[in-house]
């Protein structure tokens, strides 16, 4: 009864599941585990890791050098979890998150093992990553940073980038987090109260949705070194579904 209640959850998951036997090669798989690789099982069955890998792994690496280390890996941890590129038969990488785990069946030592496909999610991150990139390149070509805050966390700090620290010429902190009045206001008003006010006020117009946006150009006295900068500051306020702020973000240039 249990090797039959084994068998149905073997065939019926919707995550590919797969036996490696002690020679290091695919004895068993489930209908998932074929459909990731458009192959019969037939065709599939007495095959490596590495026989449906590519060449190279995403960290360089050599699938057919790589795969029997963590094979053994697995057999001496007891469980071992990893992301792994396979390829398709019609040549088509995918990325799973496999989980391996040496079992004991009919007496033989095995692997079970666990594909998850997590290719969109893979490709995503690194549309993201992409995203980063061209973004930071483009605060790099303008000489801009960018800075945030948070009204959902009390709307007392931003936070800045690297590059807006460095404008302001504020004293680098891990988190960087700086005070809006303590940290920013008082180094306007330190060249010109007047300025101080009038940026304070239309910032607040933004948040309040009295104003599209929040957009000055303001003086500030860098603590770094003491010298007064000319900021440009641009800011875009995100809001709930009720009209009320829960976020600005924006972007700095001296």
């Given amino acids: 009864e249990s090797e039959a209640t084994f068998k149905k959850l073997f065939e019926s998951s919707a995550d590919a599941i797969l036996l490696i036997n002690e020679k290091g090669v695919f004895e068993e798989c489930n209908q998932a585990a074929l459909d990731l690789l458009k192959i019969s099982r037939e065709q599939f069955l007495q095959l490596s890791p590495a026989d449906i890998s590519p060449e190279l792994q995403p960290d360089g690496r050599r699938s057919a050098e790589l795969a029997p280390e963590i094979v053994a890996q697995a057999y001496r941890k007891g469980l071992h979890r990893f992301d792994w590129t396979h390829v398709n038969s019609q040549g088509e990488d995918f990325v799973v998150e496999v989980s391996l785990m040496p079992v004991m069946i009919k007496g033989q030592p ?21 995203a980063e990139f061209l973004k930071d390149q483009a605060m790099e070509l303008a000489r801009a940073g960018h800075w945030s805050i948070d009204f959902q966390q009390g709307g007392e700090y931003y936070i800045s980038s690297d590059r807006t620290v460095a404008i302001f010429g504020d004293p680098p902190r891990p988190d960087h987090r700086y005070h809006i009045m303590d940290d ?59 009209g009320k702020a829960t976020h600005v973000h924006g972007v700095v240039m001296d």
């Fill in 110 to 130: 095995m692997l079970h093992t666990s594909w998850r496909d997590i290719t969109e999610r893979k490709r995503f991150e690194n549309e993201i990553r992409r």
């Fill in 184 to 242: 920013w206001y008082v180094n306007i008003a330190a060249v010109d109260p007047t300025a101080a006010e009038t940026t304070l006020a239309n910032f607040l117009a933004a948040v309040e949705g009295r104003a599209s946006r929040y957009d000055m150009i303001h003086p500030y006295r860098r603590p770094s070194d003491g010298q007064v900068v000319w900021i440009h500051v641009l800011g875009e306020v995100a809001r709930d579904e009720g």
